[in-house]
């Protein structure tokens, strides 16, 4: 078997990926390195208290934005099967999912209404309908 030669699209579209990839790595970078001086003066300063709620939900909101952006990475830089289409669209539902449940997780109930935690569980909820149609519909 010959190997396909790329057209001049999935040259560009591979060029695109291979940026993107390298800006999101910087990006990661730069927030990991944000997480490690956040611990390590929380650490440092005894700020990271037991007790203390808010650098949890700081340190955690870190985390996962750090993982919802190694996330989001990966489903860029590696495309899957033929079916990728499918794929892709429940790596994205995931990552929404789990960028909703760090806004629940970081949620500062006396900042915010009542009307904005409704439509996070709403927009939560309607993701896990979608999550749960698009697995049905794999088989």
């Not at 800006?23 to 970078?29: D, E, K, W």
């Not at 909101?61 to 079916?83: D, K, N, Q, V, W």
């Not at 990552?95 to 939560?124: D, K």
């Not at 999550?131 to 519909?137: K, Q, S």
Request: aromatic content about 8%.
């Amino acid at each position: 078997m010959e190997k396909e030669e790329k057209t001049l699209y999935q040259r560009f579209e591979h060029g695109v990926t291979a940026i993107l990839a390298i800006l999101i790595s910087i990006m990661i970078l730069t927030a990991l390195w944000g997480l490690i001086v956040e611990i390590y003066h929380l650490v440092l300063h005894g700020a990271f208290d037991h007790l203390n709620h808010q650098a949890f939900q700081s340190v955690f909101g870190m985390i996962l934005t750090l993982l919802i952006a190694l996330e989001f990475s990966h489903s860029i830089i590696h495309p899957t099967s033929r079916s990728a289409g499918v794929i892709k669209t429940r790596t994205i539902v995931l990552i929404a999912i789990l960028a909703i449940s760090r806004q629940f997780i970081v949620f500062e109930l006396q900042a915010n209404s009542a009307q904005v935690l409704a439509a996070l569980a709403l927009s939560l909820l309607a993701l896990g309908v979608v999550y749960r149609l698009i697995r049905e519909n794999q088989g």
